[in-house]
């Protein structure tokens, strides 16, 4: 466990109202590494998002202890959560999650903005993280003029600008041609080649086999399997 | 993040909603200007009512009363109030008392107020008016230092006399000065004329008094028997040369403790007359010929006020001080610009419910957009600023603007009233008055306004779960 940068111990998410409690996640125990590619597969509503965001810190356990980086994520405030999801972790989705109103270079910027970097400097970090993902021409233009692949690439660069440890995707993917889907998964694999650790979330098993190192697989909750690829 | 940025993003924000923003911020707009014309109503007033005070140098001025009269007591019918004035009195308000006032520190002249009923005739023109009487010394002050035809009289023993315009308007004169000067159809089918103001300085002018005249009833005593309600007066005459003409005085621009026809204080005893002059006289149970029913005292500044009415009281005399009814004036000015600001302060309470409303709608159309500030790092205070400042934005603009709606307001409605004043023959007034502190409080409250009025969206923006928020279409 040196090496570990994520560790969860008995981890849990409950979602309750009046009439039923719901389940997301069971009693997980694992840790990543730094440096792993792991993928997380099940199948839809088996808890692989939820989990993402409890280590993304965009939600919070119901029990248990989810450690990232060190830090016990379960007894931070609000705040200290924000900066968790600003500097430790970046995330990409299925949707993108781009602002539309905005051009790339802005979505980008906003990931800067919250840490309060002057402008100038703002933009510099910004225009080079478009450019390291190809999008040196595309910068000015809205998510609307941009295709799939291009969008989630301004997504990367967003999620990367502020140099996290960690790059949580979930179904990054899933909104993509399968071109184009192994061209981000190719882009995923290259960035974890050079020391990030990827947390990905797929329904999809198979397309996410050549490029993860690890599989942890999650059904109604529960963590049941957790196969490396030196072991598969 | 840093304030300059939340301000940006807050304008880039309400920039990408231009329309919706327009129509909010126009209701703030509304707002303020109508809080600001009528709170620029209130302090107009009552600009006007200090500038009379300070005009007529009021603020140095005390009247002196042989006892102590309380006039709010007087009105409200106390009758010990009353009882106290028809009390005999030691201490007569004469000459001795009126050379004690002029020995006290601070007091820079005294002297007895006197005014009496005259009817005077110039040119053949006649009407009536009270006469008041003045030492040649207030020249200096105003509103006497600077006449605008004529001058005011060299010494106390002149024969000179002041008229005012009113009384030339009562003898159905208007003066006719800088060439053609305007008279009201009313005015023309009364017979009023105009007049150059040079055609009357040096006329002559007879002063008409009525007297006690007993040797008419020892001449035709039968008269009076056969009518006991008639009085045994006869009229005397006597001439001055009139000196100079006086401001023109209205609602605005009065002339508080004179008359409008004045004569050097040493002429008065040359005057025939009845036993009393004025109100006072009767009010402070006046002794004998030798008192006075009140005595003006004038001193060098505001602050030897206090300590000069202090000394003169100390006395045994009433002393009554303009400046000390400024307060009451004030206090009521407050009252009134409380109500004002109110009915202005209604219209930016429903401009501040329209902040709220388009802030919530605002919120639900961005619940995605607050779901990616937070997922890439946004905090919850943070995410408060970008909507507080939006409202603080909106309350800026709305503040700004409506200045400027407010004083384009009060420019037409002040023009529409000297309108009509100047129909009435009444001088230009500016009835509004737009202080720099209501200008910085205005923009100051509308900003204050909104934001309270942005608390709310803002605390819920700033509450919006970035799972859901994410997962919103």
């Not at chain 2, 327009?22 to 303020?32: A, E, K, N, P, R």
């Not at chain 2, 006399?161 to 800088?178: A, C, D, E, N």
């Amino acid at each position: 466990m040196e090496n570990s940068i994520i560790e969860c111990d008995h981890l849990n998410r409950f979602y309750e109202n009046r009439y039923a409690r719901v389940t997301a996640v069971h009693e997980l125990c694992f840790s990543v590494n730094q440096g792993e590619f792991v993928a997380v597969v099940g199948r839809s509503g088996s808890g692989k998002s939820t989990l993402l965001n409890l280590i993304g810190g965009l939600d919070s356990p119901s029990s248990g202890s989810i450690r990232v980086l060190g830090k016990e994520l379960g007894k931070m405030k609000s705040q200290e959560l924000a900066r968790h999801r600003r500097h430790a972790v970046g995330m990409i989705f299925q949707s993108f999650n781009l602002i539309p109103s905005r051009t790339a270079l802005e979505n980008v910027e906003l990931a800067l903005l919250f840490g309060g970097t002057p402008k100038g400097e703002r933009r510099k970090l910004a225009a080079s993280a478009l450019d390291s993902m190809g999008l040196k021409d595309r910068m000015r233009h809205r998510p609307g003029e941009l295709s799939g692949g291009e969008q989630q690439r301004v997504a990367i660069a967003r999620a990367l600008v502020n140099k996290p440890a960690i790059l949580l995707a979930d179904e990054p993917t899933g909104n993509l041609d399968s071109v184009t889907a192994e061209k981000i998964l190719d882009l995923l694999a290259g960035l974890n080649r050079q020391g990030l650790t990827v947390l990905m979330v797929t329904h999809d098993a198979d397309s996410v086999k050549k490029v993860s190192g690890r599989t942890l697989r999650l059904l109604d909750g529960r963590l049941v399997e957790d196969t490396r690829r030196s072991q598969a | 993040m840093r304030a300059f940025d939340a301000v940006a993003l807050g304008l880039d924000n309400l920039r990408r909603t231009r329309l919706r923003t327009f129509l909010t911020t126009l209701g703030v707009v509304i707002g303020i200007g109508a809080l600001v014309s009528m709170v620029s109503f209130g302090t107009g007033m009552q600009k006007n009512v200090s500038r009379v005070f300070y005009e007529n140098d009021l603020f140095t001025s005390l009247i002196v009363t042989p006892r102590k009269i309380d006039p709010n007591a007087m009105m409200s019918g106390d009758l010990s109030a009353l009882e106290q004035v028809v009390a005999p009195k030691e201490a007569a308000l004469d000459d001795s008392a009126l050379f004690q006032f002029r020995a006290l520190p601070g007091v820079m002249m005294a002297y007895p107020q006197i005014q009496f009923p005259v009817k005077i005739r110039i040119l053949g023109h006649e009407t009536e008016n009270q006469l008041g009487a003045l030492p040649a010394r207030m020249g200096e002050f105003p509103p006497y230092n600077e006449l605008p035809h004529g001058s005011f009289f060299s010494g106390d023993g002149d024969s000179c006399l002041l008229i005012g315009q009113s009384v030339l308007k009562k003898m159905k004169w208007i003066l006719r000065s800088g060439g053609f000067k305007a008279i009201s159809l009313e005015d023309s089918l009364r017979g009023v004329r105009s007049i150059p103001p040079d055609s009357l300085i040096g006329q002559d002018a007879e002063i008409i008094t009525s007297v006690m005249d007993v040797s008419s009833i020892l001449k035709n005593p039968w008269q009076y028997m056969a009518s006991p309600g008639r009085m045994p007066t006869a009229e005397r005459s006597i001439r001055f040369r009139i000196s100079g003409i006086l401001q023109k005085t209205d609602d605005f621009h009065g002339r508080p403790f004179s008359s409008e026809l004045i004569i050097p204080l040493g002429m008065v005893r040359h005057i025939p007359r009845f036993g009393f002059n004025n109100v006072w006289d009767l009010l402070g149970n006046k002794t004998s010929d030798e008192s006075y029913g009140s005595i003006y005292v004038r001193v060098h500044g505001f602050e030897d006020v206090a300590p000069v009415k202090q000394a003169v009281e100390s006395m045994g005399f009433g002393v009554f001080a303009i400046s000390d009814q400024l307060q009451e004036i004030r206090k009521g000015f407050l009252i009134l610009d409380t109500a004002l600001g109110a009915v202005g302060a209604i219209a930016l309470i429903v401009a501040a419910l329209g902040i709220i409303n388009t802030m919530i709608m605002s919120i639900l159309e961005r619940t995605r957009e607050i779901g990616i500030m937070k997922s890439v790092g946004g905090s919850e205070a943070e995410i408060r600023l970008i909507f507080l400042t939006e409202a603080g934005v909106i309350g800026l603009l709305g503040g700004v603007f409506g200045i400027l709606l407010g004083w384009i307001v009060t420019r037409i409605a002040n023009a529409v009233a000297n309108f009509y004043f100047a129909k009435e023959g009444i001088e230009h007034v500016e009835m509004f008055y737009m202080p720099l502190w209501l200008i910085c409080g205005a923009v100051a409250f509308a900003i204050a306004v909104s934001v309270l009025a942005g608390l709310y969206p803002a605390a819920r923006a700033a509450a919006v779960n970035p799972v859901e928020a994410l997962r919103h279409e």
